[in-house]
């Protein structure tokens, strides 16, 4: 059975940390280019971060450069989101993604490339 399951999210005000998780059973995590998207009430998904399936290539959206960090564990099958100075447009439920891939070292950027997801966690930024 496939699961994907994120934590970590929360309230916190403008400026603090949060770093989500996402603990994957079910599938081969080494073989899986992983993503986090993320829809706010009222607005359609979007794209967070991504990173490849090997060589750590990651990609994220304009907004949140130098400020989340996308990373990998292969031995845990976790996937994190380090997500630091936050503001008030960062709040919204937080999904992972996942899929297998032939593009090994490339990350995935849209959603329709991905097979699998979690059923997300919220992310709240206060000011």
């Known amino acids: 059975q496939v699961q994907l399951v994120e934590s970590g999210g929360g309230l916190v005000q403008a400026g603090g940390s949060l770093r989500l998780s996402c603990a994957t059973s079910?599938?081969?995590?080494?073989?899986?280019?992983m993503g986090w998207f993320r829809q706010a009430p009222g607005k359609e998904r979007e794209f967070v971060a991504a990173i490849a399936v090997i060589g750590d290539s990651t990609y994220y959206r304009d907004s949140v450069k130098g400020r989340f960090d996308i990373s990998r564990d292969n031995a845990k099958t976790t996937l994190y989101l380090q997500m630091i100075s936050l503001k008030l447009e960062d709040t919204g439920a937080y999904f992972c993604?996942?899929?297998?891939?032939?593009?090994?070292?490339?990350?995935?950027?849209?959603?329709?490339?991905?097979?699998?997801w979690g059923q997300g966690t919220q992310v709240t930024v206060s000011s």
């Open positions: 993604a996942a899929t297998t891939t032939w593009e090994v070292a490339r990350p995935l950027l849209d959603a329709e490339q991905y097979n699998y």
């Open positions: 079910g599938l081969p995590f080494n073989r899986l280019a």
